[in-house]
């Protein structure tokens, strides 16, 4: 790299005297700096190369921490750390004890706001200006919120309490896709905007002419402005932004510096909201990633001579193999529908918007949405199955219990990303979903630990005609160990029995592969049993487990409320004497690791497992 980019690392305080053609060649150099590291770590990369302009604007015209950057999605802050002191760190990003791929303000006193899901960002900039307003402060409070972002409703909840927030911004980065393809009306609007140049040249020539008239000219212009719910949409159709009391200013060239930060300029001091809609290209500056950026939304580590096949799905996933089968029961019953959130490809349903289209449904990302518009379905006597990773199904906990749950209506929920999900940290952890279902008795939830149960029980669900009901999966492919257990379609069984065991061990989807090789590691005399039927614990397993003077339970959930919770007290009840253990995970907290090095660190390994056995003796 260039003395210029190592001294603004070092001091970004010089991007305010570059000059463009500086600032450019900037640009340039840290998307080489993005590609090289990202390749080498793995994480958001199409994200960050499209927004690299927009961050260096926004750093050129602003002062953090003063002026609050507020993200949404948080992965694409990367530019933002580069430019607030962390560039040297880059290559621990996601790495245990190093960089977060999200906002921090653990990590940094520039990252204001967590920020690892979707639509977040003007609520949380709305709170922080109005809070800079009571407080005195002064700056600016800036959301950077994604096209993708504005197919979620929160948005809109957001936008409708800006009031005459003057310290408030709001950039639109715009790159014509979320993490799918974007769809529905909002990705029709903005189309429509980006396309349409009738409204800036129509808005820029009708106050050219009322300026040059005299006497008359500003009065008009003031009675076009005051009356603007009529008088705009005559003249220029006003966009919804300023509907809602926003300035807008754009569509503007998100790579073009100029054009950036002078619209950020004019927004310093303008007398109320400012909303900027920025156009980017989603990859910008990596071809692969500018040719199919939803192949590298997210990346694990590649070699930059030697880039993967965009076009080749993960073949080998509780995804893939989940997405295939449920396209094969759609084959045979019309009243099979599929619906996610902006996951198409991640959660395997592109094979059944293949094969079915009319029953597909990508709602973006509104998973309260995706859950209600299944239980309208399910109330007509469809059988809708919602795919979606288990931290997002979280936003939608009330729809599962009002709208799904207290109607008993047959909606299936297919949970993926489930237990510990590598590199993302603790925003996208998939460890609640087991606390929050077993609050239903009558809701039965599944833990396959391979393909064959996948199948199996997917096509029970679908089957079912009576309530709703859930399969949790975690992401990537079933070990060899449990693939060659099969399935036998039993709530729970025995996977190995040792004569004359004092000691029962059990736990559920991929963790069970641990504990057979904690079994392994041990001397203890014990049995292995793996739970499938999550919720309601099988009665007949209770029966079974008093029989044992030891019993550990292992979990890669929340430990507070989950099995291990609801295991105890059933053998309570019981009237069991013996010594129970259960070890589970922290209600939050969770490093950014791989998911072998997250159960090491929170004694979810073989040899944890093993330790834990032996002290329980």
């Given at each position: 790299?260039?003395?210029?980019f190592?001294?603004?690392?070092?001091?970004?305080?010089?991007l305010?005297?570059l000059?463009y053609p500086q600032?450019?060649?900037l640009?340039?150099?840290?998307?080489?700096?993005?590609?090289?590291?990202?390749?080498?770590t793995?994480?958001?990369l199409?994200?960050?190369?499209?927004?690299?302009e927009?961050t260096?604007?926004?750093?050129?015209?602003f002062?953090?921490?003063?002026?609050v950057l507020?993200?949404?999605?948080?992965?694409?802050?990367?530019?933002?750390?580069?430019l607030?002191?962390?560039?040297?760190?880059?290559?621990?990003?996601?790495?245990p004890?190093?960089l977060?791929?999200f906002?921090s303000?653990?990590?940094?006193e520039h990252?204001a706001?967590?920020?690892?899901?979707?639509?977040t960002?003007?609520?949380?900039?709305?709170?922080?200006a109005?809070?800079k307003?009571?407080q005195g402060?002064?700056?600016?409070v800036?959301?950077?919120?994604?096209?993708?972002?504005f197919?979620?409703g929160?948005?809109?909840e957001g936008?409708?309490?800006?009031?005459?927030?003057?310290?408030?911004?709001v950039v639109l980065?715009?790159?014509?896709?979320s993490?799918?393809k974007?769809?529905?009306?909002?990705s029709r609007?903005?189309t429509?905007l980006?396309?349409?140049?009738?409204y800036?040249?129509?808005?820029?020539?009708?106050?050219t002419?009322l300026?040059?008239i005299?006497?008359?000219?500003?009065p008009?212009?003031s009675?076009?402005?005051?009356?603007?719910a009529?008088v705009r949409?005559?003249?220029?159709?006003?966009?919804m932004f300023?509907?809602?009391?926003?300035?807008?200013?754009?569509?503007?060239?998100?790579?073009?510096?100029?054009?950036?930060?002078?619209?950020?300029?004019?927004a310093?001091?303008?007398?109320?909201?400012?909303?900027?809609?920025a156009v980017?290209?989603k990859?910008?500056g990596?071809?692969?990633?500018e040719?199919n950026?939803g192949?590298f939304h997210?990346?694990?580590?590649f070699?930059?001579?030697?880039?993967?096949?965009?076009?080749?799905t993960?073949?080998?996933?509780f995804?893939?193999?989940?997405?295939?089968?449920?396209?094969k029961?759609a084959?045979?019953?019309n009243k099979?529908?599929a619906?996610?959130?902006?996951?198409?490809?991640?959660?395997?349903?592109?094979?059944?918007?293949?094969?079915?289209p009319?029953?597909?449904?990508?709602?973006g990302?509104?998973?309260q949405?995706?859950v209600?518009?299944?239980?309208?379905?399910?109330?007509?006597g469809?059988?809708?199955?919602?795919?979606?990773?288990?931290?997002f199904?979280?936003r939608?906990f009330?729809?599962?219990i009002?709208?799904?749950h207290?109607?008993k209506?047959?909606?299936?929920?297919?949970?993926?990303?489930?237990g510990?999900v590598?590199?993302d940290?603790?925003?996208?952890?998939?460890?609640?979903?087991v606390?929050?279902?077993?609050?239903?008795e009558?809701?039965?939830?599944?833990?396959?630990?391979?393909y064959?149960e996948?199948?199996y029980?997917?096509?029970?669900?679908?089957?079912?005609?009576?309530g709703?009901a859930a399969?949790?999966y975690p992401k990537g492919a079933?070990?060899?160990?449990?693939a060659?257990f099969g399935?036998?379609g039993?709530?729970?069984?025995q996977?190995a029995e040792?004569?004359?065991a004092n000691t029962?061990v059990?736990s559920?989807?991929a963790?069970?592969a641990?504990?057979?090789?904690?079994?392994?590691?041990?001397?203890?005399?014990?049995d292995?049993?793996?739970?499938?039927?999550?919720s309601?614990?099988?009665?007949?397993?209770?029966?079974?487990?008093?029989?044992?003077?030891?019993i550990v339970l292992?979990?890669?959930s929340i430990?507070n409320g989950?099995v291990?919770?609801?295991?105890?007290?059933?053998?309570?009840?019981?009237?069991?004497?013996?010594r129970?253990?259960h070890?589970?995970l922290?209600?939050s907290g969770?490093?950014?690791?791989?998911v072998?090095q997250l159960?090491?660190?929170?004694?979810?390994?073989?040899?944890h497992?093993?330790?834990?056995?032996?002290?329980?003796?």
């Amino acid at each position: 790299m260039s003395a210029l980019f190592d001294e603004v690392l070092q001091d970004k305080g010089q991007l305010k005297t570059l000059s463009y053609p500086q600032l450019e060649k900037l640009c340039a150099e840290i998307r080489k700096f993005l590609v090289c590291h990202v390749s080498q770590t793995g994480g958001h990369l199409s994200s960050n190369l499209c927004t690299v302009e927009l961050t260096v604007a926004l750093h050129r015209v602003f002062d953090t921490p003063r002026d609050v950057l507020v993200f949404d999605v948080g992965h694409q802050c990367y530019t933002h750390k580069m430019l607030t002191g962390r560039a040297d760190r880059f290559d621990t990003l996601r790495q245990p004890g190093g960089l977060s791929g999200f906002p921090s303000p653990f990590e940094s006193e520039h990252d204001a706001f967590i920020a690892g899901h979707g639509n977040t960002a003007i609520s949380a900039a709305v709170g922080i200006a109005q809070a800079k307003k009571l407080q005195g402060e002064p700056g600016k409070v800036i959301a950077i919120v994604g096209d993708g972002a504005f197919t979620g409703g929160m948005v809109y909840e957001g936008m409708n309490n800006i009031d005459k927030l003057d310290n408030l911004i709001v950039v639109l980065n715009d790159n014509k896709m979320s993490i799918s393809k974007n769809v529905g009306a909002v990705s029709r609007y903005f189309t429509k905007l980006r396309t349409s140049p009738e409204y800036h040249s129509a808005k820029h020539r009708t106050e050219t002419v009322l300026d040059h008239i005299p006497l008359l000219g500003q009065p008009v212009k003031s009675a076009v402005v005051s009356g603007k719910a009529l008088v705009r949409r005559a003249l220029y159709n006003s966009t919804m932004f300023e509907d809602m009391g926003f300035q807008y200013l754009g569509p503007l060239d998100g790579h073009d510096l100029k054009a950036l930060c002078a619209a950020l300029y004019s927004a310093q001091n303008c007398g109320g909201p400012v909303f900027i809609h920025a156009v980017t290209v989603k990859g910008k500056g990596f071809v692969p990633a500018e040719q199919n950026p939803g192949a590298f939304h997210g990346v694990s580590a590649f070699s930059v001579s030697q880039i993967p096949d965009p076009d080749d799905t993960i073949s080998n996933s509780f995804s893939e193999e989940f997405g295939k089968e449920l396209t094969k029961l759609a084959d045979q019953d019309n009243k099979v529908c599929a619906i996610t959130a902006a996951m198409k490809y991640a959660t395997g349903l592109h094979h059944f918007k293949k094969a079915h289209p009319e029953r597909f449904f990508d709602v973006g990302m509104a998973e309260q949405h995706a859950v209600t518009f299944a239980a309208g379905l399910a109330s007509r006597g469809l059988r809708p199955v919602v795919a979606l990773y288990s931290t997002f199904l979280q936003r939608s906990f009330d729809q599962i219990i009002h709208d799904v749950h207290l109607q008993k209506l047959p909606v299936i929920f297919a949970i993926d990303r489930s237990g510990l999900v590598p590199g993302d940290g603790e925003t996208h952890q998939g460890i609640y979903d087991v606390a929050f279902f077993g609050q239903f008795e009558d809701l039965p939830l599944y833990a396959p630990c391979n393909y064959a149960e996948e199948r199996y029980w997917l096509a029970q669900l679908v089957g079912r005609s009576q309530g709703p009901a859930a399969i949790r999966y975690p992401k990537g492919a079933e070990s060899e160990m449990l693939a060659k257990f099969g399935c036998d379609g039993k709530y729970w069984r025995q996977l190995a029995e040792t004569p004359g065991a004092n000691t029962a061990v059990l736990s559920y989807g991929a963790l069970i592969a641990c504990a057979l090789q904690a079994a392994e590691k041990t001397v203890q005399k014990l049995d292995i049993f793996q739970l499938v039927q999550l919720s309601p614990l099988p009665e007949d397993l209770i029966g079974k487990l008093l029989e044992y003077p030891k019993i550990v339970l292992v979990e890669d959930s929340i430990e507070n409320g989950s099995v291990g919770t609801r295991l105890g007290d059933a053998l309570l009840a019981a009237g069991y004497r013996g010594r129970y253990c259960h070890r589970g995970l922290p209600t939050s907290g969770l490093d950014h690791a791989s998911v072998a090095q997250l159960r090491q660190e929170y004694g979810l390994d073989a040899d944890h497992i093993a330790e834990l056995i032996k002290e329980l003796t």
